[in-house]
């Protein structure tokens, strides 16, 4: 097996091959490699958005709903127009809704004017 792992190329598994014959020196360069890991850059990670295109007034309830948990919006492009997780399009419809029957009038159906 070690043979093997010694044909991969790779720096750090031929450093932990070697020091595996000497446990206390094994521990601290595995150890020390898994700390320089951690300081690697990591790959950026794709998020899926929708584009959402509304006045002025709705984006600023958008963005009012966004501002307590930073859970929907990805990019905030200009004033009529963001990036939206697209997981979460469903639910802040809902809160959006939700929102403006809060703050619209009751429509009046009697039909006078």
């Known amino acids: 097996m070690c043979r093997d792992l010694r044909h991969q190329n790779s720096p750090a598994l031929a450093i932990i091959i070697h020091f595996l014959a000497q446990p206390c020196l094994a521990r601290f360069t595995i150890f020390r490699l898994l700390r320089i890991n951690r300081r690697l850059p990591s790959m950026p990670r794709a ?11 709705i984006k600023s309830i958008i ?7 930073h859970d929907f919006i990805i990019e905030d492009l200009d004033e009529e127009r963001v990036v939206v997780k697209e997981n979460m399009v469903h639910l802040l419809k809902q809160k959006l809704e939700d929102r403006l029957k809060e703050n619209l009038p009751p429509v009046d159906e009697s039909g006078s004017e």
């Open 47 to 57: 998020i899926r958005g929708v584009l959402i295109e509304c006045d002025p007034s």
């Open 63 to 69: 963005v009012n709903i966004d501002s307590v948990n």
